[in-house]
């Protein structure tokens, strides 16, 4: 009885520093893996933004035809001459796909290190 006992407190402080140092390992990979999906994160998504069509055209446009309305005094509404809808090429609607692809995974990344930490 006595030898197990020995085993048992000696494979306890074993195993404690073990876990404690698994522990911390993987409490500062965590940290990392969250501020690294956090930067990631924020760099692609002013990218995405980057390659969206400027909304400021439309904007001007629909101003401008409102403040020819209102100086000819005409309450008739005019047709509407807006900029042309911006035509995608194959190889920037395949890199909005990456881009927006890469974004989703990051912040499952960095949603499934919070989990781990929390955990």
Do not use: H
């Not at 047709?79 to 990051?106: D, E, G, H, N, R």
């Amino acid at each position: 009885e006595d030898l197990a006992f020995k085993f048992w407190f000696a494979y306890k402080k074993i195993s404690g520093e073990y876990d404690n140092n698994m522990y911390e390992r993987c409490n500062g990979n965590m940290e990392i893996l969250m501020l690294f999906a956090g930067l990631f994160s924020a760099v692609n998504t002013a990218f995405i933004i980057a390659m969206q069509p400027n909304p400021a055209d439309t904007t001007n446009d629909l101003l401008v035809q409102f403040m020819q309305n209102s100086w000819n005094g005409s309450s008739l509404a005019q047709p509407v001459a807006l900029s042309a809808p911006v035509a995608y090429s194959s190889s920037k609607i395949w890199m909005q796909v990456l881009a927006y692809t890469s974004l989703t995974f990051s912040l499952l990344a960095a949603f499934g290190a919070v989990l781990g930490k929390q955990w």
